[in-house]
């Protein structure tokens, strides 16, 4: 799976943690626009859910030049998932609805879906009928995708012990070039 964490330059749209979130974000947009009434509320959980997506697309291009960013985006796709998998859990507190734990039946074929080649949001979609049944869905992709994000920062944190970053390497060129 490791072959899958750290893209070609530009190449996020085959990253499983940038797929999970494109999931995550059309699931949110969806669940907001049936379920979530007040608008301010409505507008946050979108945003954080373009955002976690947006920062992994903007992250990996930001790549080639500096790793450094890199590493702060992806961070920061992390931090909006998590205040989004908030906002989902206080929706299930909020209307005393079922916070499915790691062991619910549903959550196992949920997950068990993250092994699909071809998974979108239509992927899901059976299991967002309901507003419960959407909230848990949604928050089991956020997991996964937090997961996914946590294994890409620590292969390019990896990666860039083992290769250093732009600067570096620029720098490596010009001596061997020079023949320093």
């Given at each position: 799976?490791e072959e899958n964490l750290?893209?070609?330059?530009?190449?996020?749209?085959?990253?499983?943690?940038?797929?999970?979130?494109?999931?995550?974000?059309?699931?949110?947009?969806?669940?907001?626009?049936?379920?979530?009434?007040?608008y301010?509320?409505?507008?946050?959980?979108?945003?954080?859910?373009?955002?976690?997506?947006?920062?992994?697309?903007?992250?990996?291009?930001?790549?080639?030049?500096?790793?450094?960013?890199?590493?702060?985006?992806?961070?920061?796709?992390?931090?909006?998932l998590?205040?989004?998998l908030l906002?989902?859990?206080?929706?299930?507190?909020?209307?005393?609805?079922?916070?499915?734990?790691?062991?619910?039946?549903?959550?196992?074929k949920?997950?068990?879906?993250?092994?699909?080649?071809?998974?979108?949001?239509?992927?899901?979609?059976?299991y967002?009928?309901?507003?419960e049944?959407?909230?848990?869905?949604a928050?089991?992709?956020?997991?996964?995708a937090?997961?996914l994000?946590d294994?890409?920062?620590?292969?390019?944190?990896?990666?860039?012990?083992?290769d250093?970053g732009?600067?570096?390497?620029?720098?490596k060129?010009?001596k061997?070039t020079r023949?320093?």
């Open positions: 799976m750290i893209p070609a330059h530009g190449g996020y749209r085959d990253l499983k943690s940038f797929q999970t979130t494109t999931i995550v974000y059309d699931l949110t947009v969806d669940f907001c626009g049936r379920f979530v009434k007040d301010r509320m409505k507008d946050q959980m979108v945003q954080a859910a373009r955002s976690g997506r947006q920062n992994i697309a903007e992250g990996c291009q930001a790549s080639g030049t500096s790793k450094k960013t890199e590493l702060k985006l992806i961070g920061v796709a992390c931090a909006s998590e205040e989004l906002d989902f859990e206080d929706y299930l507190r909020q209307r005393q609805l079922v916070l499915w734990d790691k062991a619910h039946t549903e959550v196992f949920i997950r068990k879906l993250a092994y699909l080649e071809d998974r979108s949001y239509s992927t899901y979609k059976s967002c009928e309901k507003p049944s959407a909230a848990n869905t928050i089991c992709l956020i997991h996964q937090n997961y994000l294994q890409q920062l620590r292969a390019l944190e990896r990666q860039f012990m083992v250093g732009f600067t570096e390497r620029l720098y060129m010009r061997d023949g320093y």
